[in-house]
């Protein structure tokens, strides 16, 4: 295929395209809404996997100590463990006051000051990831001086669960998504093929390639994909942009903060582009091969 | 140039064979017409000659090669070397005359300074100097034909093959376009005409090839439509 013949391909992807301009527009559309959704859940997964980060990684491990532990052996040995971020040692008497506050009434618990304290001394830990709560925990339980060690390891499972559910769920989605555009490109493809067919039959009696006359089809579909692409990632930024600010602005839990981070972000929109080219190209690739006979 | 060895070419679901134990022999140069009643096999025997079609016993030889032998490239550079005109025209409705007969230099890859220059200089050989911007609609039969032949002989082929080119038009046409078509041959391009016009082939007195039930029955030099003529 010389120069001229990719120049002319060229050419009539371009006036194929606005020969149907209006169907174009049609199928770029719908592309730019399915992809759009797709690209909203991604975002979507993107931040609930940063909640749940967020929540998972505020966990605490609570280091209870038996009476007669070794504190500072024990802050020597959590200093020493990979994972923890911090450490905070409590007192009985100071988690007995705490222990009042939580449960909103601290006069129920006066007459348990002193002596009579039943809590033991213990060591709060924060660890740097969520998913090594665990293991670290399972360490600490090995310490000399350690009576018990919780974590709520319920919470933890379950958010893993969650996280793993949603992740599968959004999966799912954006491949039921992504497979409709592709068919919905199919299908546009093959009526621009149908209209063409009378061009096409010519062409072979004069001798094109089958590259030649799949081209134009080829390069339609993928200006399409990528249209509606280019169109998704610009209405899915502007409106996660607004939505970003307004959560950062008002958002009073620490963990609903939205997710701003540009090199978290521009993965997922400039997935997008290609998606919706590799999209454009593949749907007109299957109906090309489909419809356009040697 | 061609050659057509003991050439049989039966359809699925027909119980006769369309094209049965042809030979025949045509040279660079000549001019030839296929003639006999529909269903003779006319039509099927120039698309094995175009290879759009493959013998299903028999071989069919141009330029000394099986055609059925061809790979993709060379049945490509084939058909390039090929100019096909039809009863119905086959234009590109929505093209001017000058983008329809272009297209034939386009799709094989062709400079736009080579369409420029040729494109123009065909129209007027073929009686369509200053027709360029019409669409097809706009012009008679005869005309929207020579627009065909137009097509056909810009990229410069070895062979024309032409199915019952004067089908659609009227006889002062039909007369017209025989005398093109008499031209290119005596330019040295192979022309076969499938016709049942029998008043242009008695009057040229060319080559004549008879089919019928898909048998060669008469192969005449400077013959006419029927035996009797």
Same mark, same amino acid.
């Given at each position: 295929?010389?120069?001229?013949?990719?120049?002319?391909?060229?050419?009539?992807?371009?006036?194929?395209?606005?020969?149907?301009?209006?169907?174009?527009?049609?199928?770029?559309?719908?592309?730019?809404?399915?992809?759009?959704?797709?690209?909203?859940?991604?975002?979507?997964?993107?931040?609930?996997?940063?909640?749940?980060?967020?929540?998972?990684?505020?966990?605490?491990?609570?280091?209870?100590?038996?009476?007669?532990?070794?504190?500072?052996?024990?802050?020597?040995?959590?200093?020493?463990?990979?994972?923890?971020?911090?450490?905070?040692?409590?007192?009985?008497?100071?988690?007995?006051?705490?222990?009042?506050?939580?449960?909103?009434?601290?006069?129920?618990?006066?007459?348990?000051?002193?002596?009579?304290?039943?809590?033991?001394?213990?060591?709060?830990?924060?660890?740097?990831?969520?998913?090594?709560?665990?293991?670290?925990?399972?360490?600490?339980?090995?310490?000399?001086?350690?009576?018990?060690?919780?974590?709520?390891?319920?919470?933890?499972?379950?958010?893993?669960? *969650?996280?793993?559910?949603?992740?599968?769920?959004? $999966? !799912?989605? +954006?491949?039921?998504?992504? @497979?409709?555009?592709? /068919? =919905?490109?199919?299908?546009?493809?093959?009526?621009?093929?149908?209209?063409?067919?009378?061009?096409?039959?010519?062409?072979?009696?004069?001798?094109?390639?089958?590259?030649?006359?799949?081209?134009?089809?080829?390069?339609?579909?993928?200006?399409?994909?990528?249209?509606?692409?280019?169109?998704?990632? *610009?209405?899915?930024?502007?409106?996660?942009?607004? $939505? !970003?600010? +307004?959560?950062?602005?008002? @958002?009073?839990?620490? /963990? =609903?903060?939205?997710?701003?981070?540009?090199?978290?972000?521009?993965?997922?929109?400039?997935?997008?582009?290609?998606?919706?080219?590799?999209?454009?190209?593949?749907?007109?690739?299957?109906?090309?091969?489909?419809?356009?006979?040697? | 140039?061609?050659?057509?060895?003991?050439?049989?070419?039966?359809?699925?679901?027909?119980?006769?064979?369309?094209?049965?134990?042809?030979?025949?022999?045509?040279?660079?140069?000549?001019?030839?017409?296929?003639?006999?009643?529909?269903?003779?096999?006319?039509?099927?025997?120039?698309?094995?000659?175009?290879?759009?079609?493959?013998?299903?016993?028999?071989?069919?030889?141009?330029?000394?090669?099986?055609?059925?032998?061809?790979?993709?490239?060379?049945?490509?550079?084939?058909?390039?070397?090929?100019?096909?005109?039809?009863?119905?025209?086959?234009?590109?409705?929505?093209?001017?005359?000058?983008?329809?007969?272009?297209?034939?230099?386009?799709?094989?890859?062709?400079?736009?300074?080579?369409?420029?220059?040729?494109?123009?200089?065909?129209?007027?050989?073929?009686?369509?100097?200053?027709?360029?911007?019409?669409?097809?609609?706009?012009?008679?039969?005869?005309?929207?034909?020579?627009?065909?032949?137009?097509?056909?002989?810009?990229?410069?082929?070895?062979?024309?093959?032409?199915?019952?080119?004067?089908?659609?038009?009227?006889?002062?046409?039909?007369?017209?376009?025989?005398?093109?078509?008499?031209?290119?041959?005596?330019?040295?391009?192979?022309?076969?005409?499938?016709?049942?016009?029998?008043?242009?082939?008695?009057?040229?007195?060319?080559?004549?090839?008879?089919?019928?039930?898909?048998?060669?029955?008469?192969?005449?030099?400077?013959?006419?439509?029927?035996?009797?003529?």
């Amino acid at each position: 295929m010389n120069l001229n013949a990719i120049k002319y391909c060229l050419r009539q992807g371009v006036v194929s395209l606005f020969r149907n301009f209006w169907l174009a527009v049609v199928t770029a559309g719908m592309i730019a809404v399915s992809l759009a959704i797709l690209g909203g859940f991604l975002l979507v997964a993107l931040n609930v996997g940063q909640i749940l980060y967020n929540i998972a990684g505020n966990v605490e491990i609570s280091v209870f100590l038996r009476d007669d532990a070794d504190q500072e052996l024990i802050r020597t040995r959590l200093d020493g463990l990979d994972g923890v971020r911090e450490h905070t040692f409590i007192p009985r008497e100071q988690g007995l006051t705490d222990f009042g506050y939580a449960l909103g009434d601290s006069a129920l618990f006066a007459g348990l000051a002193g002596e009579n304290n039943p809590l033991p001394d213990m060591f709060r830990v924060r660890v740097g990831e969520s998913d090594m709560v665990e293991a670290l925990a399972e360490k600490m339980r090995a310490f000399p001086g350690v009576e018990f060690v919780d974590y709520g390891e319920e919470l933890v499972a379950r958010l893993l669960g *969650v996280t793993r559910w949603l992740n599968a769920f959004f $999966l !799912a989605i +954006s491949f039921l998504l992504a @497979a409709s555009a592709v /068919f =919905l490109i199919v299908t546009i493809i093959r009526l621009s093929v149908m209209a063409r067919q009378e061009e096409i039959g010519v062409m072979k009696y004069l001798g094109a390639s089958n590259f030649f006359i799949r081209a134009p089809f080829f390069l339609e579909g993928m200006a399409m994909g990528w249209a509606g692409a280019l169109s998704a990632a *610009v209405a899915l930024g502007a409106a996660y942009h607004r $939505l !970003a600010f +307004s959560l950062q602005r008002e @958002a009073l839990l620490f /963990f =609903l903060q939205p997710v701003t981070d540009p090199e978290k972000l521009w993965p997922v929109f400039a997935g997008l582009l290609a998606l919706g080219t590799v999209m454009g190209g593949l749907g007109s690739l299957v109906s090309v091969r489909r419809f356009v006979r040697a | 140039m061609i050659e057509l060895k003991k050439v049989t070419k039966s359809y699925n679901g027909s119980s006769e064979p369309a094209v049965a134990d042809v030979s025949l022999q045509i040279g660079r140069g000549e001019f030839v017409f296929l003639v006999g009643p529909s269903g003779a096999g006319k039509s099927t025997l120039l698309k094995l000659i175009f290879c759009e079609q493959l013998p299903s016993s028999g071989q069919v030889y141009f330029l000394g090669r099986d055609i059925a032998r061809f790979k993709a490239g060379e049945l490509l550079k084939h058909r390039r070397r090929i100019g096909m005109v039809f009863q119905d025209f086959r234009l590109l409705k929505q093209k001017t005359v000058f983008e329809n007969v272009a297209f034939a230099l386009e799709v094989i890859g062709r400079s736009a300074r080579e369409i420029r220059l040729k494109v123009p200089a065909v129209l007027e050989d073929v009686g369509l100097a200053g027709k360029g911007s019409a669409f097809p609609a706009e012009l008679s039969g005869g005309e929207q034909q020579r627009v065909g032949i137009a097509r056909a002989v810009v990229k410069d082929p070895l062979l024309i093959l032409a199915d019952e080119p004067t089908g659609n038009v009227d006889r002062d046409n039909s007369r017209q376009l025989m005398e093109l078509f008499e031209t290119i041959s005596l330019s040295g391009t192979t022309v076969i005409i499938a016709t049942h016009a029998w008043d242009m082939v008695d009057r040229m007195r060319k080559r004549v090839l008879a089919l019928e039930k898909g048998s060669l029955v008469r192969d005449e030099q400077r013959g006419g439509y029927s035996y009797e003529s």
